[in-house]
Structure formats: structure tokens, C-alpha cells
């Protein structure tokens, strides 16, 4: 795996924390070079000064120039871009009868368009380059629907769709994965507003979650392989998940 993945130029967003900074704490001790993107710059600037060849962009995934910004400074500081991941995403789950509006178009905004606009930042440069990766953080919520994750569970199962799509269309220049973890430690919930639902995840989160890096391992399994394989789907959960 070191071999395959040393030296590559890899944009992470939402990386300031849980999922997104230890995929890339993984790949940066595997010699990767990472731009992190995420809206905290403080947090960034923590992760970046404890690493190797790494540098930051405060990145909001809900403006499309964020994006660009991001994969415009790996090429203008490393001369490309090897791997982009979409990791940005929030949770804000209820009842769809409860017309949480706000909460339906921030998950669009994240999880959906900001997937899409990280994919339309990086694709010119994949193209140019005749090479690329583009790995989306997506969720077993899309795959086992349950009350309250509706909403979430539909934009995690258009950018699976989305993906799918890409795949079909590709020439096999530029290759796709998609992961969908299970419940993961992270602060995901923090954006929850629904409190009935915050507490019933953190709950399951105290009982079985499993820890980001089991993600980031996932991640780098799916970027290490040769460049005519291509891992499509990794779902990655808890053993004791339903």
C-alpha cells in the first residue's frame, strides 16, 4: 500500500476533524501530500502544523470557488492532483412531517452539492492530467433507511447515484469510490437538532461505533490500487451493526 500511495496529491474536505482528519493523519504518514479543506481554520492549522507535506484551504463545500480554491492550490503547490476526496457532510435528521426546511437545504447544500462541486473543481485537472480519483464519503444510511434520516438518507443515496453514473460515463482515466461507513465516532451529531434523535445516536455511538481510522484505512485500501482497478463501493460498519 506505501508504495502506491506515497507521493500522491490528495484534497480532503471536511477535514478538520472525525473522518476527514484521519484519512488524512493515515495518508500523510503513508507519504502522501494533503490539502485539507474545511470551514474551521483553526483546527486546520492545529492538524497541518503536526504534518508532512501538507498545507490548508478554508473550504466551505457550499460555494463552488471554495472548491476550486482547494484543488487549485494543490496544483499550484504540488503540480497536480492524484486524489480528491468529498468527506463534507452534516446530518440533520427529523421527521419529514416536521418541515425542517432549513435543515433539508443545508444537507442539499453539503452533502450533495458540495460533493458535486468538488467534483466539477477537480475533473479539469483529472482530465488534463489523463489520471485522477474521486472517493466520496457517503453513509449505510442510504442503505438502510430508517424515521428521522430520511432527507440525509436521500442525499447520500443521489451521490451514490451520482457516482454510479460517472462511473458508466468514464473512460477509465478517471476512477470513482464511493464509501458508505456505519456508525463512526465522530461529531457528527453536533449539527443535530432534533435532540430525540441526537441522544438515540450518540447512544448507539457509545455502544458500537467504531473509530474514523477504520475509515481512513478503507480509504487508502481503495486509493492504493493499481491504476486499472477500481474499487467501486466499501461499506465499512460496526460487526454488531444491523
Same mark, same amino acid.
Given at each position: 500500500?506505501?508504495n502506491?500511495? %506515497?507521493g500522491k496529491v490528495v484534497?480532503i474536505?471536511?477535514?478538520s !476533524? *472525525?473522518i476527514g482528519k484521519a484519512i488524512?493523519?493515515e495518508? !500523510?504518514?503513508? *507519504?502522501?501530500k494533503?490539502i485539507l479543506?474545511?470551514r474551521?481554520?483553526?483546527q486546520? %492549522?492545529?492538524?497541518v502544523? *503536526?504534518l !508532512?507535506n501538507?498545507?490548508?484551504v478554508?473550504?466551505?463545500v457550499r460555494h463552488?470557488?471554495?472548491l476550486?480554491r482547494l #484543488?487549485?492550490?494543490? #496544483?499550484t503547490?504540488?503540480?497536480?492532483?492524484?486524489v480528491?476526496? @468529498?468527506?463534507?457532510g452534516v446530518a440533520?435528521t427529523?421527521?419529514?412531517?416536521e418541515?425542517?426546511?432549513?435543515?433539508w437545504?443545508?444537507?442539499i447544500?453539503i @452533502?450533495?452539492?458540495?460533493?458535486?462541486y468538488?467534483?466539477?473543481?477537480a475533473?479539469p485537472v483529472f482530465?488534463?492530467?489523463? !489520471? $485522477?480519483?474521486?472517493? @466520496?464519503?457517503?453513509?449505510?444510511?442510504g442503505?438502510k433507511?430508517?424515521?428521522?434520516?430520511?432527507?440525509y438518507a436521500?442525499?447520500k443515496? =443521489? #451521490?451514490?447515484?451520482?457516482?454510479e453514473?460517472?462511473?458508466q %460515463?468514464?473512460? $477509465?482515466?478517471?476512477?470513482?469510490t464511493?464509501?458508505?461507513? *456505519?456508525?463512526?465516532k465522530?461529531d457528527l451529531t453536533?449539527?443535530?437538532?432534533?435532540?430525540?434523535?441526537q441522544?438515540?445516536i450518540?447512544e448507539m455511538?457509545e455502544q458500537l461505533?467504531?473509530?474514523?481510522?477504520?475509515?481512513?484505512?478503507?480509504?487508502?485500501?481503495?486509493i492504493s490500487?493499481? =491504476?486499472d482497478?477500481e #474499487?467501486?463501493?466499501i461499506?465499512?460498519?460496526p460487526?454488531?451493526?444491523?
Amino acid at each position: 500500500m506505501h508504495n502506491q500511495i %506515497e507521493g500522491k496529491v490528495v484534497a480532503i474536505t471536511g477535514a478538520s !476533524s *472525525g473522518i476527514g482528519k484521519a484519512i488524512a493523519m493515515e495518508l !500523510s504518514r503513508l *507519504g502522501a501530500k494533503i490539502i485539507l479543506g474545511a470551514r474551521r481554520t483553526e483546527q486546520l %492549522e492545529k492538524i497541518v502544523d *503536526g504534518l !508532512s507535506n501538507a498545507i490548508y484551504v478554508t473550504t466551505d463545500v457550499r460555494h463552488k470557488a471554495d472548491l476550486e480554491r482547494l #484543488v487549485n492550490a494543490a #496544483v499550484t503547490e504540488y503540480g497536480r492532483l492524484d486524489v480528491i476526496i @468529498n468527506n463534507a457532510g452534516v446530518a440533520r435528521t427529523s421527521r419529514i412531517d416536521e418541515l425542517d426546511i432549513e435543515g433539508w437545504e443545508e444537507m442539499i447544500d453539503i @452533502n450533495l452539492k458540495g460533493v458535486l462541486y468538488g467534483m466539477a473543481a477537480a475533473i479539469p485537472v483529472f482530465r488534463q492530467q489523463q !489520471s $485522477g480519483h474521486i472517493v @466520496n464519503i457517503i453513509s449505510t444510511s442510504g442503505l438502510k433507511i430508517v424515521p428521522t434520516q430520511g432527507v440525509y438518507a436521500g442525499t447520500k443515496n =443521489a #451521490v451514490r447515484t451520482i457516482a454510479e453514473a460517472f462511473r458508466q %460515463e468514464s473512460d $477509465g482515466t478517471i476512477r470513482i469510490t464511493g464509501i458508505s461507513p *456505519g456508525v463512526v465516532k465522530t461529531d457528527l451529531t453536533h449539527s443535530m437538532k432534533n435532540r430525540e434523535s441526537q441522544a438515540a445516536i450518540l447512544e448507539m455511538m457509545e455502544q458500537l461505533a467504531i473509530s474514523p481510522e477504520a475509515i481512513a484505512r478503507a480509504v487508502c485500501y481503495a486509493i492504493s490500487q493499481p =491504476a486499472d482497478v477500481e #474499487v467501486g463501493d466499501i461499506v465499512i460498519r460496526p460487526s454488531r451493526q444491523n
